[in-house]
């Protein structure tokens, strides 16, 4: 059973506005949530994290936004550039599942569209 | 320069054949970690090490075998019990918190 989905299978975005990519999870356990950047035949980059004591996480052109009652989180990037069209994972980990294991959603495939 | 490396890129392998992946990382951290990607899919647990000399299953450990005898290493073996082995799989280590860091993953293709 998939704890952690990613329901958009893909997202186009012109350059230049928002992208917002959406997480949702089952586990109340998890506390702590990671997105991650992929391109084809690489590993996953390591992007931003947020921990359930907040609701709120930026780093530059990224942010988190965390919904525990909804059990959703979202990625914003802002302004969306070329570059950003890679494969995005969220992830999710936390006490009762396994020390510091990561559960991954199966990806959202972002386009920025010059 | 600190980081993951994972050899080789791709891997050829034989029907009846175990196959080895590296993994190796110098970045000092405790736990190492070996996932599996299919296409389409997200990232599926392996195997899993906290610490040198200890290692756990994770959700699809059948037809895997691991060894963490040093804390820079953790090698993954590809049994021939393992049906379905083609996939792209990534190593990853973590300082102990909970942010993975990735290498850049081997290619298993069965011939």
């Known amino acids: 059973d998939q704890q952690v989905k990613q329901n958009s299978p893909s997202l186009s975005v012109q350059e230049g506005r928002i992208s917002i990519l959406n997480c949702d999870y089952t586990n109340s356990m998890f506390d702590y949530f990671l997105w991650y950047k992929k391109y084809p035949a690489e590993g996953p980059t390591f992007l931003i994290s947020?921990?359930?004591?907040?609701d709120k996480n930026e780093d530059g052109r990224f942010t988190v936004f965390l919904n525990k009652s909804a059990k959703h989180l979202s990625l914003h990037i802002v302004p969306s550039q070329p570059g950003d069209s890679a494969v995005y994972f969220c992830?999710?980990?936390?006490?009762?599942?396994?020390?510091?294991?990561?559960?991954f959603g199966t990806g959202t495939r972002l386009t920025v569209i010059p | 320069d600190g980081g993951i490396t994972q050899s080789p890129k791709y891997l050829f392998r034989k029907e009846g054949q175990n196959v080895t992946l590296s993994c190796e990382q110098n970045?000092?951290?405790?736990?190492m970690y070996w996932y599996r990607q299919d296409p389409g899919q997200g990232l599926r647990l392996i195997y899993y090490s906290q610490i040198v000399n200890d290692f756990q299953k994770g959700d699809i450990a059948e037809g895997y075998s691991v060894s963490r005898e040093k804390k820079e290493s953790f090698p993954l073996t590809v049994t021939s019990a393992q049906k379905n082995p083609t996939a792209f799989y990534l190593c990853a280590s973590s300082p102990g918190q909970e942010t993975q860091y990735f290498g850049p993953g081997t290619r298993l293709l069965v011939l």
């Open positions: 992830a999710a980990s936390g006490g009762g599942t396994g020390a510091n294991n990561l559960f």
């Open positions: 970045l000092n951290h405790d736990a």
């Open positions: 947020i921990s359930s004591i907040k």
